[in-house]
């Protein structure tokens, strides 16, 4: 089954639509979702939560491709996830919450200002993306889309470890440059 | 922070660049992959073995099964 085809399925809310995406995309998203949490337990939630998200978007989304759709959800997800769990481990869990809680009191110009900057790096990063190698992009965006280690990034290319990290160092440089040169301010 | 940032914000790059990324899955087929090679060596082992020629016969073309054609042993 295609991907339009797996699409239909969710517009039609038919409940095979769940069973399929699960069968041919579960293990790609629980590697994305495995390189960031490192539990096994927390990736199968993390998948799960990609699906209900997933049903919940489709209709009014129809993806152009769906392997990215999920994937962008679950690194969503379990970075979100990542986050909660980082700070649960720094301030007991209650400094998160108290965050969570107070964002519901950002002003809406605020949230917009907040959105507008995001895409403009986004928008930043793929004029970057563009004015790299094929190579380079793809050992920067497994490093830092996929959150793969340098071991698996220099196996899967045959490459030495030291020759990927001296290719991120130098990938890290000019992203830096070309944000310097934008004007963009994190 | 600031690095945080940046890995949301690249979390909604073109999809291209994504689908350019995704790791090689392997692992489900590696066992198909040596199951076949252990296949393949058998099939040589075994065919090696019926083909060489004893003091009875001269091989394949000996045995009355694998006679055909032009090589065709003649009875009696």
Known sequence: ?186 | MKETKILAALGQVDDAYIAEAAPVQRKRWGWIKWVATAACLALIVVGGAAGVPSRNNRGFAAHANFAVGPFKRRQG
Not at chain 1, 22 to 37: K, T
Not at chain 1, 83 to 88: C, D, I, N, R, T
Not at chain 1, 107 to 115: G, L, R, S, V, Y
Not at chain 1, 127 to 149: D, K, V
């Open chain 1, 1 to 186: 089954m295609d991907d339009q085809q797996i699409i239909s399925l969710f517009w039609a809310r038919a409940e095979d639509a769940v069973a399929e995406t699960a069968r041919q995309y579960g293990r790609y998203c629980h590697a994305i979702a495995y390189n960031i949490l490192r539990s096994r337990e927390d990736s199968e939630e993390c998948v799960n939560d990609t699906w209900l998200r997933a049903w919940e978007s489709m209709p009014p989304h129809h993806p152009e491709r769906l392997d990215t759709f999920l994937g962008k959800i679950t690194r969503n997800l379990a970075l979100n996830r990542w986050e909660k769990s980082a700070a649960g481990k720094r301030g007991g869990g209650q400094v998160e919450v108290a965050l969570e809680e107070l964002q519901d009191c950002l002003p809406t110009a605020e949230i917009i200002e907040q959105a507008v900057d995001s895409m403009a790096l986004t928008a930043a990063l793929n004029r970057f993306l563009a004015s790299l190698p094929s190579e380079t992009r793809r050992i920067f965006m497994q490093r830092y889309w996929y959150l793969r280690s340098i071991k698996a990034i220099a196996a899967e290319l045959g490459a030495n470890e030291s020759k990927v990290k001296m290719t991120l160092l130098r990938a890290r440089g000019k992203l830096k440059q070309i944000l310097e040169e934008e004007g963009i301010s994190l």
